[in-house]
């Protein structure tokens, strides 16, 4: 057997000391080592990780000397998180095992992994600054008084750019492609519901384009409303064909009718920007308030 395939399996009680000295109870867990890490299960039929010690971050492993009345053959271990493990083991030979796998992929152990952490410090001693609306008013002389006024312009900008792109890049070119008509003759179709009310349905269809070139393609056809199962059910029956279409740019993407694919990327394309609208709306209902004296003070102010 390799190195590569050694792996030891054993249900031991263990105790975790935290890096803050805080001591666990022991606990008896189902335990898989290899030559990379330990790891923790409840049981050998668990399916979770419990929790996880990579032997390379282990710089201590030795034979604990400090008696137990309740456990014997203890392997004690240091982690570079300065966390200390206890493992009891049922016997001896099967403690040694363990510890030579601990030693031989152990990282390099240094004085300041065995050092103690340092105490925390005391919560009245040190009580943490309250932010309030004061800090918060002198705090924004940081971009002096026109702070308001930059923030509103980036805003703005984003706003537009982000628009934009949607826009451009994922309404135009559906809206805009050249179609050309064919027969779909229908394989198989069933509904997938994706989120309020919204469909797709997944049909698979094979069609002839205009040069003469038979493709068989997946579509997938959005679809709106309750009545969206009924609706392929009656009219996109298996067997049949039925007239669709299929952009002349990319002759794999077929579909019965464009609109509903249209309007979904509308409801994405505004329902974004129209989120992100609001607040912009409200700004400018803000300084629409506010006295004609407050804005060129505003403008004014470097």
């Given at each position: ?295 060129k003070e505003m403008l004014m102010c470097c």
């Amino acid at each position: 057997m390799t190195e590569m395939e050694e792996t030891y399996e054993a249900v031991l009680f263990s105790q975790l000391t935290n890096d803050e000295g805080h001591q666990h109870p022991w606990e008896k867990k189902y335990l898989v080592m290899d030559h990379h890490s330990l790891t923790f299960r409840e049981s050998k039929e668990d399916t979770i990780r419990r929790g996880v010690i990579y032997l390379s971050d282990v710089v201590y492993c030795e034979v604990s000397e400090v008696p137990n009345p309740d456990h014997e053959n203890i392997l004690e271990i240091k982690t570079r998180s300065r966390s200390t493990y206890l493992f009891s083991f049922e016997s001896e030979s099967q403690m040694r095992t363990w510890e030579t796998v601990f030693n031989r992929h152990k990282g390099v152990m240094t004085q300041r992994d065995l050092e103690p952490p340092p105490p925390p410090p005391s919560q009245r001693a040190h009580k943490k600054e309250r932010y309030t609306i004061s800090k918060f008013i002198e705090n924004r002389r940081i971009f002096g008084g026109m702070w308001m006024v930059y923030l509103f312009i980036v805003y703005t900008i984003v706003l537009v750019v982000l628009f934009s792109v949607l826009w451009t890049q994922y309404v135009l070119p559906l809206r805009d492609i050249t179609q050309e008509s064919s027969t779909c003759y229908i394989h198989s179709a069933q509904a997938e519901y994706r989120w309020k009310k919204n469909y797709f349905l997944n049909i698979r269809v094979t069609y002839t384009t205009q040069e003469g070139e038979v493709l068989d393609n997946w579509m997938q056809q959005a679809c709106a409303g309750k009545q969206c199962p009924s609706f392929m059910e009656e009219n996109y029956i298996p067997g049949t064909e039925v007239k669709c279409y299929y952009d002349a740019d990319d002759k794999n993407f077929v579909f019965f009718n464009l609109k509903p694919f249209v309007n979904w990327r509308y409801s994405i394309c505004f329902g974004i920007s129209g989120g992100l609208f609001a607040p912009w709306i409200i700004c400018v209902l803000v300084i629409g308030t506010m006295s004609r004296k407050k804005i060129k003070e505003m403008l004014m102010c470097c």
